[in-house]
């Protein structure tokens, strides 16, 4: 769809140039309109992504004009134009909202950088509004996803929750395991008792018992008061055995006949006790490989693959990146009290062609050392510590893309590249914008343009060369 701007002035000659250079230029829509009462109807009307108004008309300023059309929506782009250039002018319509301003008579390229501006603004706004309305429809698992991949697993989660079969969650770290053991908890006649999870890699052998089973008062030196232990915490709930594949050997012995016999003993104790569980084991090895190598237990492997759910690495559920992210600067935002609106278009795209060996995890780690590093309103790609997708210097074309008609993708194409391509020509030089110039066999003039552009600052690149 064609972004469309409004522009106000009551001079007729000045919407004619105006809306040539626009039209000459950009593929933009504009609507020209010489009566601010008129064009305030038209906003309540139509959709308008930026506001060109003139500051000075009769009837009604431009100032009034974008606060009215701010009380319509508060986050369209409107641009002052005026001919009264004083800083008293400037400061007045920024205090009062307007994201930019020109002074008549203004220069083609100036009008330009500042729509593209306003409009790339506009594409973060519109992209935050979609992908935050995506988060308000989260699934009744509490589970971020939309691809395929994840679509199966929640499937399964649905069907296998209400039932009391034993669950086995593999896949690679990061990727969620103990969400999917929570989702599987809550959504099962369990829900109102605990889950209680113990990781396998974390107890000592020599305390083992101790720790699932508990202990009665001197049952060993140390132990001077009876002590619950969690499989007694986790009774009529779920208990959940997070990395189970790094359980010892000596240890997988006694998981084991609590899993058969659902009976235990506190340490110290002649008294048996039932155990009613929901046992969910997880884990990112290779449980069939262990036991080859004589290091897991078949039987036990047997007890626990009754039902098995293989969770997807980020790399197969790429689409689920921009999601994700947005959930994460949600979280994390909260976390540590920042205001960051959005994320970058560009910022999204090398997200989305990155791999995370770290998976879901990592992302989770990138995105919030991104906001504790922002001191902006929209998080970059200097915030996040990336340089764009490392894939090479252009990226795959995703399906959002192959929906734009083809001047669209051409020109976010071209936009990518040149910001790209400015980017890692700086770092080489260290941010020496003559020598860049130089090397890239353009003027200097039409550097500083382009960096202007794509919102880049020599100063990111000062002594930044490796090599």
């Not at 140039?17 to 309109?33: A, F, P």
């Not at 994700?324 to 976390?335: Q, W």
């Not at 074309?397 to 993708?409: L, P, Q, S, V, Y």
């Not at 080489?428 to 880049?456: D, F, P």
Request: proline share 3%.
């Amino acid at each position: 769809m064609n972004k469309r701007i409004l522009i106000v002035d009551d001079e007729k000659d000045m919407l004619t140039l105006i809306d040539r250079i626009i039209s000459e230029d950009t593929h933009y829509k504009t609507v020209m309109e010489n009566n601010p009462e008129k064009a305030l109807e038209l906003f309540r009307e139509e959709d308008f992504d930026v506001v060109m108004t003139d500051l000075k008309m009769p009837g009604m300023s431009g100032i009034s004009l974008m606060e009215k059309i701010r009380e319509i929506r508060s986050d369209v782009s409107v641009i002052i134009l005026t001919a009264y250039a004083t800083i008293e002018t400037a400061v007045e319509a920024t205090q009062k909202g307007a994201d930019d301003y020109l002074t008549k008579p203004f220069r083609r390229e100036r009008l330009l950088v500042t729509l593209d501006k306003a409009m790339k603004w506009q594409g973060i706004i519109r992209e935050n509004r979609t992908l935050r309305k995506a988060l308000e429809k989260k699934n009744d698992l509490s589970i971020i996803g939309s691809t395929d991949a994840m679509i199966k697993v929640f499937d399964r989660i649905r069907q296998v929750a209400p039932t009391s079969g034993t669950v086995l969650i593999t896949g690679p770290s990061g990727t969620g395991k103990e969400l999917v053991a929570r989702a599987i908890h809550q959504n099962s006649g369990r829900r109102s008792k605990k889950m209680v999870t113990i990781n396998c890699s974390a107890i000592m052998e020599n305390m083992i018992e101790s720790e699932l089973f508990g202990h009665v008062k001197g049952a060993f030196t140390g132990a001077v008061t009876d002590k619950k232990g969690l499989v007694e915490e986790a009774n009529g709930g779920t208990l959940f055995l997070d990395e189970i594949g790094d359980l010892k050997p000596g240890l997988q012995t006694r998981i084991l006949r609590l899993i058969q016999e659902g009976e235990y003993r506190a340490v110290g104790s002649v008294i048996t006790k039932k155990a009613d569980l929901r046992f969910i084991a997880a884990t990112n090895k290779n449980l069939e490989q262990a036991i080859r190598d004589n290091t897991f237990r078949e039987d036990l492997f047997y007890r626990l693959n009754v039902i098995r759910l293989e969770m997807p690495p980020l790399k197969d559920r790429a689409e689920d990146i921009p999601l994700l992210s947005y959930h994460f600067l949600n979280k994390h935002c909260a976390l540590n009290g920042k205001q960051i609106k959005g994320i970058a278009p560009s910022a999204v795209q090398a997200l989305a062609a990155r791999k995370f060996p770290g998976n879901v995890r990592e992302l989770e780690n990138t995105i919030e050392r991104g906001i504790i590093f922002c001191s902006g309103d929209t998080l970059t790609l200097p915030d996040l510590g990336l340089s764009g997708p490392t894939e090479g210097l252009l990226p795959e074309m995703n399906r959002g893309e192959t929906m734009m008609n083809f001047k669209d993708a051409k020109e976010e194409t071209i936009r990518f590249f040149h910001e790209h391509y400015i980017r890692t020509l700086l770092k080489e030089n260290s941010g020496n914008i003559s020598k860049a110039a130089e090397i890239a066999g353009i003027q200097r003039q039409y550097l500083h343009r382009l960096m202007k552009e794509s919102h880049i600052e020599a100063n990111e690149f000062r002594g930044t060369r490796t090599s």
